[in-house]
């Protein structure tokens, strides 16, 4: 079985703009299955490791947040592909997201973390020293630099599913 990567840019409203204070979604990037990378980036499945897990960051969109949960239905009528009835999360014990008891965390993702700019530099040097190049991180990578130009605070954040 494989492993795949989801990933998205989020960045924060610049503040010194008068903007309210947001985080935004800037897109979702479309890494391929590279296990030398995935190590890298979080230990997931290659023999290479630079950084650690660091779960979702504290401020995230509501678009990015809303890729790794399921929502809760009633009634099984009003389920689709990405919701369970309350009956199937009781039955497999699934981690709601908050008090509201209306999403919980889709199980079939796992280790999620997140990168900045500076991290996103040093994992590219990294990878290319073991002779892998992947052009939609580096594209994220000089999107996210522009972002930090307009002190946005941009972040890759990312997960893996089996």
Sequence with gaps: MGCDIHAYIDYDSPKDQGEIDLVNYFGEINIFRHYALFGLMAGVRGQYKLFKPKGLPERLSWTTRDKTVIYIVEKTEEKNEN????????????????DSKTRVWDPDFHTHSWLDTNE?????IEYEKIGGKCFALEAAYHAM???EDLKCHPRLIFWFDN
Excluded: A, F, G
């Design 83 to 98: 919701s369970y009835t309350c009956e199937y999360v009781e039955k497999w014990n699934l981690k709601y997201t908050d």
């Design 120 to 124: 996103i530099n040093k994992l590219l």
């Design 145 to 147: 630099l522009h972002l």
